[in-house]
């Protein structure tokens, strides 16, 4: 069964830093991996997803890539705001999505 | 992107009582659906995988005659918490894919329904 694993839990930096979320998975026989913000009390929010064939996608200051043959995805957020604090999942899809365990991260202003 | 209801967003019931979470499809057609289960400050667990026109795929631990899963078009998944008891009190999250971008789409996902049983 697929394993997803993110780190940090938690992440908390200044206002303006760029910075790095990771995302593990042990099973490289994914479709795509997604990468999605959640909110608290609400639902999710696709940020992200990447084929498999594929090595990294932008919007805006997002970059998300994918290193299938390492089971390794980053999530690298530039110029960090306080609005970007959220909860961050990334996803593996086989015939399932199977999530990660989330990093939850602040931006103090 | 593409957008996912999910109604109702809060509902509070008493022990005991049957609650139907919807989850609609607004702007493309949904083959499969699936249902998740948050804990607080926890990952989504998947619960089942819904399918139009035929039985939902409930995992592992999932009692599918506790959760009651209908998929009866391409746009409505229901999540029916049968006889709730304070213990299914959860964050139920659903989501859906475009059947014509197939196992590789983007997976969309509903604003969750938050249950609470006293």
């Known amino acids: 069964k697929q394993e997803v694993t993110q780190i940090p839990a938690a992440l908390s930096v200044p206002e303006g830093e760029n910075l790095v979320l990771n995302c593990s998975f042990t099973d490289s026989a994914i479709y795509n991996l997604q990468w999605f913000r959640q909110d608290p009390g609400k639902g999710l929010t696709s940020l992200l997803l990447?084929?498999?064939?594929?090595r990294e996608q932008t919007s805006g200051r997002l970059n998300a890539s994918l290193d299938k043959s390492s089971g390794r995805s980053t999530l690298y957020i530039a110029a960090s705001q306080p609005g970007d604090s959220a909860t961050y999942l990334c996803a593996a899809t086989g015939n399932q999505f199977y999530f990660g365990t989330g990093t939850s991260l602040t931006v103090i202003p | 992107g593409a957008v996912v209801s999910q109604h109702p967003s809060r509902v509070i019931c008493k022990s005991g009582t049957s609650v139907k979470i919807e989850c609609r499809s607004l702007d493309f057609q949904a083959t499969t659906m699936f249902w998740y289960r948050q804990f607080p400050k926890q990952s989504l667990m998947l619960m089942a995988t819904?399918?139009?026109?035929?039985?939902?795929?409930?995992e592992q631990g999932v009692e599918k005659d506790k959760f009651l899963i209908n998929h009866a078009s391409l746009t409505l998944s229901t999540l029916t918490v049968t006889s709730a008891h304070p213990e299914d009190s959860s964050f139920y999250i659903c989501?859906?894919?475009?059947?014509?971008?197939?196992?590789?789409?983007?997976?969309?996902f509903g604003e969750g329904s938050r249950l609470t049983v006293l």
């Open positions: 819904s399918n139009e026109g035929s039985k939902a795929t409930y």
């Open positions: 990447i084929q498999s064939s594929q």
């Open positions: 989501s859906a894919r475009d059947r014509l971008t197939g196992n590789t789409g983007e997976l969309f």
